[in-house]
């Protein structure tokens, strides 16, 4: 296990340069060039510049690798409408293809299409219905990464009271289905509210004759086989749409945290929490003076932007909906001594979201006296006004953490040790620095060994017997992952949630001896705690992981 920092080297390099142009040699260049595309004054550049070179703050992957280029598409999120009939279904993979070659993740809500058998809108024939109709989506995102900078992801989205949920549910049920799909289910509260009461047996599908508990049931076995689908609460969502007169929301970005209309985009960004703390405390005042700077970074953006079809401009400047998050909170706890899943961390987390919220919103009001509101801002439900309609959304930042050096986005650390596999198919063996840091000077090189070797193979070093190696109190601050149960992630989750306009991107973390009924109280606790969405991994589930430990026998 040596040769850590190479190897983080190694990653971070195969990482930048997915982002340098043409004579473009490294990260400063990199910050120069967005800086100056993004920026209307010499003295935002500079900010701009400063904020990413430091990368106190960095803009998401589309905005690091295509400003100041010719096509200059900037936006991280988009939702594209599918309508049932086979023009409009094609408009929605073209209009697709031009936003995944340019590195923006798209989500459809295929509720509209008829159902699998019903009559065809064609001349002859029955529909295929919306799996299959997704198929042909996934091809084409297969066949679009071949022409882009980045693998194409898409999220994939059904309303449960359609006829064909049964199949939906069922559509990853097999490990390589729909590979550039995540799915998710759009649940209402009165759903939620039968199986919270017990009331399983009553009808919810008068059409399939489809219970509710067996509904909900099949969702529950698709988690527990692989992960798969999501959960979006609907009227969750819905309660925070800010432009309700503009029409209801029902699908999301690919992971889920930015919910949008059609036709929308969002800009997304992060600020690296672990660099606000310095000698034990957070430096505040910094921490809010930088989500201003930020916010007036991803307004910029909306303007400067190049849209891949006049409708997603017309629709995005409607409301200029920004998406500010955070990464490296694990990393930021661990400079504080606090344990990831501590009352003490979740206040902290209420109090850094409603920091950020606030310092996002004064801005915004900021720019709508400068600039103006939105223009939908008298439909909204805001009262004062605003440039833009939202403006936090936590993401979850797997490459930009990369190159922060930080922990991803508002997720525990996986393992002190683990096995990273890159989109281009290469695999990273990778110590955390904060362990790395505390136990190799404090330990021989032979107990330093065994602890990686030992953490690489459990995921955990709460297992360690000798407290030479492992004392009790580094046991309550090193706990990652899989020795945080799920009730503490979904707490975790919903002290975000509650100070951010739009939704988490974070995956609630179960071991694999987890059973279906934990993942049933999980769903229901993270409904009665208010979350938008949710996501559940059981350990193992799956064999194609990003993180993983070691394989048994190497």
């Not at 295929?128 to 992801?153: C, D, Q, S, W, Y």
């Not at 209402?188 to 009461?197: G, H, K, N, R, T």
């Not at 190159?403 to 040790?417: H, M, Q, R, T």
């Amino acid at each position: 296990m040596c040769g850590t920092k190479e190897r983080w080297d190694v990653l971070t390099i195969e990482t930048l340069t997915r982002y340098l142009q043409e004579g473009e040699r490294d990260w400063e260049d990199i910050c120069d060039r967005v800086a100056k595309a993004i920026a209307t004054t010499e003295e935002e550049s500079i900010e701009f510049r400063d904020l990413m070179i430091r990368k106190i703050f960095l803009p998401s992957s589309p905005t690091l690798m295509n400003a100041g280029i010719e096509f200059g598409q900037l936006a991280a999120c988009f939702v594209i409408p599918v309508e049932d009939s086979i023009e409009e279904i094609f408009d929605a993979i073209k209009t697709a293809a031009m936003i995944q070659k340019t590195g923006g993740g798209t989500g459809f809500d295929f509720s509209k299409l008829s159902p699998e058998g019903s009559p065809s809108l064609c001349a002859d024939g029955a529909a295929g219905g919306p799996v299959a109709l997704m198929k042909l989506f996934n091809e084409a995102t297969h066949v679009i990464k071949h022409f882009g900078r980045r693998r194409g992801a898409n999220m994939g989205v059904l309303n449960i009271s359609h006829k064909d949920i049964i199949s939906f549910i069922r559509a990853k049920h097999l490990e390589g289905e729909l590979s550039n799909f995540n799915i998710s289910v759009l649940i209402p509260d009165a759903f939620m509210e039968l199986v919270e009461a017990g009331r399983i047996y009553e009808i919810w599908n008068k059409q399939t004759g489809m219970s509710v508990g067996g509904i909900f049931s099949e969702i529950v076995e698709g988690i527990w086989r692989n992960g798969e689908p999501g959960i979006l609460f609907y009227d969750r969502i819905n309660r925070d749409n800010f432009t309700p007169s503009l029409g209801d929301i029902s699908s999301t970005n690919p992971c889920g945290e930015e919910p949008l209309l059609p036709f929308e985009s969002c800009n997304l960004g992060s600020i690296n929490l672990s660099l606000f703390v310095r000698e034990g405390k957070i430096n505040w005042d910094f921490l809010r003076e930088t989500a201003g700077k930020a916010v007036r970074f991803l307004d910029n953006e909306i303007d400067k932007n190049t849209y891949p079809i006049p409708e997603i401009e017309t629709a995005t400047k409607k409301t200029r909906k920004v998406g500010l998050g955070v990464m490296g909170f694990h990393d930021m706890l661990l400079k504080l001594g606090l344990p990831y899943d501590s009352s003490e961390s979740r206040e902290l987390a209420e109090k850094l979201m409603e920091q950020i919220s606030w310092a996002a919103v004064r801005e915004s009001r900021k720019l709508a006296t400068e600039k103006g509101p939105f223009p939908e801002h008298d439909n909204s439900t805001w009262e004062l006004p605003m440039r833009n309609a939202s403006l936090t959304a936590v993401a979850p930042t797997g490459t930009i953490s990369i190159l922060a050096g930080c922990s991803a986005g508002i997720e525990p650390v996986f393992s002190w040790v683990y096995r990273r596999t890159q989109t281009v198919g290469k695999e990273f063996m990778l110590v955390h620095p904060f362990f790395e840091a505390h136990f190799m000077p404090k330990l021989s090189d032979v107990d330093y060994d065994w602890l990686l070797e030992h953490v690489y193979m459990h995921g955990t070093l709460q297992n360690v017997e000798n407290p030479k190696i492992v004392s009790e109190e580094e046991k309550r601050i090193f706990r990652s992952a899989l020795d945080i149960d799920w009730k503490a992630h979904i707490n975790v989750q919903t002290a975000f949630q509650r100070h951010c306009h739009a939704g988490i991107s974070k995956t609630i973390n179960m071991p694999e001896y987890a059973g279906k009924k934990d993942i049933e109280q999980a769903l229901i606790y993270a409904w009665k705690q208010g979350l938008k969405g949710l996501t559940i991994y059981r350990t193992g589930s799956r064999q194609h992981v990003v993180l993983s430990l070691k394989k048994q026998g190497n």
